[in-house]
């Protein structure tokens, strides 16, 4: 299968705990990107990557989300000290995008839902 | 910033043809995306417009008119399978994608 991947595909954690989540695109897509979805709701940005560059960040994303790729290629999103409110799904999408225009094609990997207890 | 707006249900029969209508306001404007999504699946993509006009694929179209900040999904001979919700997406500049909050489809026999 060569499509974008995320692990874990559920996570149940206690509140306070941190979490890290792992998205690896498909290959060859430099473009990465972080959404959190709530029930009802269209999937809500938090940040992307163009390679290993992290471009945007959203600015409702508090200071205990963080997200790295290092290498250009898997993503990790980690969430510290978590709080109810985190409870949701977390996406992930890759693309291909030679310039900076942001009128890339994304895929979808299935998501991590998120329940924090 | 973007504003995104889509009927939140819409119930259409088995082999029926069944429109969802888009508006957005927004600083900037690339193009359109119309995604599905199945419940607790993730979205998948249907088709994106840049220019103004009607863009038919298979049982799906997309219409875009740039003046007037609107888009519709059309989807003809209704499957069961085609309940879904449907997210309009917008791009402008370089910027994110802003998705709306999506159209939940039932489609009833």
């Known amino acids: 299968d060569t499509g974008v991947s995320q692990d874990p595909r559920h996570k149940i954690t206690k509140r306070g705990q941190n979490v890290t989540f792992r998205c690896d695109p498909i290959s060859e897509h430099n473009r990465l990107y972080w959404y959190r979805q709530t029930l009802g709701q269209g999937p809500e940005f938090l940040t992307y990557?163009?390679?290993?560059?992290?471009?945007?960040k959203s600015r409702l994303l508090s200071d205990r989300f963080s997200a790295e790729r290092p290498k250009g290629s898997f993503s990790t999103l980690e969430i510290q000290r978590t709080e109810q409110g985190d409870s949701a799904m977390y996406l992930c999408a890759s693309s291909f995008q030679p310039g900076r225009a942001s009128t890339d094609t994304q895929y979808f990997g299935p998501g991590t839902r998120l329940t924090v207890l | 910033g973007q504003n995104i707006d889509q009927p939140t249900e819409m119930t259409a029969t088995e082999g029926a043809i069944v429109q969802i209508n888009c508006t957005y306001q927004?600083?900037?404007?690339?193009?359109l995306f119309w995604y599905q999504q199945h419940a607790g699946e993730a979205p998948t993509f249907l088709s994106y417009?840049?220019?103004?006009g009607l863009e038919e694929k298979g049982r799906f179209s997309s219409f875009l008119s740039r003046s007037k900040g609107y888009s519709y999904l059309l989807l003809k001979e209704l499957q069961m399978k085609d309940s879904a919700s449907y997210l309009c997406?917008?791009?402008?500049?370089?910027?994110?994608?802003?998705f709306g909050t999506g159209t939940k489809l039932q489609v009833i026999p």
């Open positions: 927004t600083s900037g404007f690339n193009g």
């Open positions: 417009n840049v220019l103004d």
């Open positions: 997406a917008v791009t402008g500049g370089y910027q994110k994608v802003t």
């Open positions: 990557f163009q390679n290993e560059a992290q471009l945007e």
